[in-house]
């Protein structure tokens, strides 16, 4: 995951008037750049979930050790679509490995949504 791209992603929609209110918000512990949440939301969306849908068709060659960390950086997020997307990576990965797609969800059902869950374990 290339955070270089990302941080421009989020440097060219900074907002320096909303700086101050954001960092005061948070008692000055944390550096903003003044985007506001609908933005972010959406640069989320168009940055992570083709990272997340890489592995979709590759079948025998997924990188399964890269499909679990694309996944696991990706936990708590509340964006439909990654969770989502998510979901569907594990569902479209569960007809060649159904045991990993199972033994994956079993060691992480506590931190995944249950769309994710829902969706990756459609073929189980």
Known sequence: MDTKILLKLLEDQAN???????EAYMKNKFSFLGVQKPILK?????????FINHQL???????????????CNNFGQ?????NKA??????????????WVRAFID??????SSLSIREGSKYL
């Open 57 to 71: 068709m590759r079948k025998e060659l997924t990188d399964t050790n890269l499909l679990a960390e694309v996944i």
């Open 107 to 112: 060691q992480h059902a506590s931190q995944m």
């Open 16 to 22: 320096p008037t909303k700086v101050p209110a954001m």
């Open 78 to 82: 509340t964006e439909f679509f990654i």
């Open 42 to 50: 959406k640069i989320e969306r168009e940055f992570f979930k083709p």
């Open 86 to 99: 998510i979901g569907w990576s594990l569902r479209n990965y569960s007809k060649v490995n159904p045991d």
